[in-house]
């Protein structure tokens, strides 16, 4: 996905197999395990990627975060867009 | 305070689940003592040992051997694994696995394979690995871990034998559909001492080979991840070592010994502690063998007051004894050790001897051997 592009309405993001969100206590905190890598998730990138369950719609995804976080839709689409194509280019998530 | 005083907190586990394994080949990187079927841990152990892990801190757990697929209860402990929070990662030779335990693992929740490939043809792969048949076999596993969805990475090891066909060999990766591969140069340590003459390319053969991968690397882009490490003895700097010495990982044997490294007990007068024993926690914190190596501070000069220090440690631990019969000197790999002169002297010797192929013994009536193949000649 190149850079710019944005993220269709009704993809449905999801993490593929061998990639896995997790809560590790020892290490403090959320992390996104893939195969010899290990990425830290912060607490947005965390209420994110538990929306990606291959089931929502980027739209939904975007709406929900929008009325949870009481935030303008336009800059959490903006920024949730940014961050999953991140991740599609690293090849850490699906649509 | 001095690094020596930090305690890090480990990310991966290495469990050698078996050392048994039906190919024999050359570079075998498991120590020359093999540890026998009947100690090995059982899988309520390993279950414990993964809780424990967790608990430190550990997130990856990569379940090796030897051949993992000799153990019988290899589902179970992978499930355990995937119970306790692991990140679970199966590196196999692809013999011993069925298309049916595959499955059964994939079920279990694996999330990762790792398979390794001698070289591009059917013919010289099978010679490598000292076992008829095994191509053939690595493909047909390969193909069905990728049709279970599973991600799939490609290890390649490369010498003197298969160092021209790295293109070809990524070829093959393609067509397996694998999403990463990885790249790795023979390291001489265990058996692969035994073979170091007969495996050693040529400086020109290996400078060739780097350019190579880097161009791979550009042509496929997006397309699938290289991962290569670059040969020891032809470098210029050591590599960090496992992160440093009980820094990053812990690496548990068949019979549950914990060393910082899998090649550490080749270092004489270190003491490992056993999971049979104690807690994990305890062997990372208090035991003999991970208090030796940890920080920097034993490091002798030029590493002493090398910026590099903090990024590769001095090197590895293992190879400075083997080379230079002390554990705490620079690694000679580096240009600015002592002994470095020793490594060029060693990657000059080429010989066209025969493989000595690695075979584990028989230990008891019960178990059979392990020799199914014609012995074959190292090729130059």
């Known amino acids: 996905m190149a850079e710019g592009d944005t993220i269709a309405g009704d993809a449905k993001p999801r993490l593929p197999r061998g990639v896995r969100l997790t809560h590790n206590e020892a290490q403090g905190g959320w992390v996104l395990l893939a195969p010899e890598r290990i990425f830290k998730a912060d607490a947005i990138a965390v209420e994110i990627l538990k929306r990606c369950t291959g089931e929502a719609t980027f739209a939904a995804i975007v709406d929900d ?3 949870t976080f009481s935030a303008p839709r336009d800059r959490i689409q903006a920024d949730v867009s940014k961050l999953l194509s991140g991740l599609v280019e690293k090849k850490l998530l699906e649509l | 305070m001095a690094e020596a005083a930090t305690l890090h907190k480990p990310l991966g586990l290495l469990a050698e689940l078996t050392h048994r394994c039906p190919l024999g080949c050359p570079y075998c990187s498991n120590p ?18 993964f809780k424990e892990a967790v608990g430190l801190g550990v997130m990856h757990v990569h379940l090796s051997g030897g051949e993992p697929g000799a153990r019988r209860d290899l589902v179970d402990i992978a499930a355990n694994a995937r119970e306790a929070g692991l990140y679970t990662n199966l590196i196999t030779s692809g013999v011993g696995i069925t298309t049916r335990t595959m499955r059964d693992l994939w079920e279990a929740g694996l999330d990762h394979v790792q398979v390794s490939i001698q070289d591009a043809d059917a013919v010289s792969s099978d010679r490598i690995a000292g076992y008829r048949g095994a191509f053939q076999r690595k493909h047909a596993l390969a193909a069905e871990a990728v049709r279970l969805g599973l991600p799939l990475t490609v290890n390649l090891v490369v010498h003197r034998a298969n160092i021209g066909r790295i293109s070809d060999m990524v070829d093959l990766a393609l067509k397996l559909k694998a999403s990463r591969i990885e790249i790795a140069h ?3 340590y265990g058996w692969a001492l035994k073979n170091r003459s007969a495996l050693m390319p040529t400086a020109e053969q290996v400078s060739r080979a780097v350019a190579e991968v880097e161009e791979l690397r550009r042509k496929h882009h997006g397309q699938i991840v290289i991962d290569a490490v670059v040969p020891d003895y032809h470098a210029r700097f050591p590599k960090p070592c496992v992160g440093g010495w009980g820094r990053r990982s812990l690496n548990v044997t068949p019979s549950g010994r914990v060393l910082p490294c899998h090649a550490a ?20 914190a208090r035991s003999p063998a991970f208090n030796a190596f940890r920080g920097t501070d034993f490091l002798p000069a030029p590493c002493a ?11 590895c631990r293992c190879q400075a ?3 230079t019969g002390d554990a705490r000197a620079t690694d000679p790999v580096c240009h600015l050790a002592p002994d470095h002169a020793r490594v060029a002297e060693l990657a000059a010797v080429r010989t066209d001897a025969p493989y000595v192929y690695r075979r584990m013994e028989p230990t008891d009536g019960k178990q059979r051997p392990i020799v199914r193949s014609r012995e074959g000649q190292a090729v130059s």
């Open chain 2, 305 to 315: 007051t090398c910026e590099r220090r903090e990024i590769d440690f001095g090197g």
């Open chain 2, 265 to 284: 007990e080749s270092i004489p007068g270190l003491t490992f502690w056993n999971v049979r024993e104690h807690s994990l926690a305890d062997i990372w």
């Open chain 2, 321 to 323: 004894f083997a080379l």
């Open chain 2, 32 to 49: 020359l003592a093999l540890e026998p079927r009947d100690g090995e841990l059982d899988a309520a152990t390993w279950s414990r040992v």
């Open chain 1, 65 to 67: 975060l929008a009325t």
């Open chain 2, 186 to 188: 023979v390291q001489y």
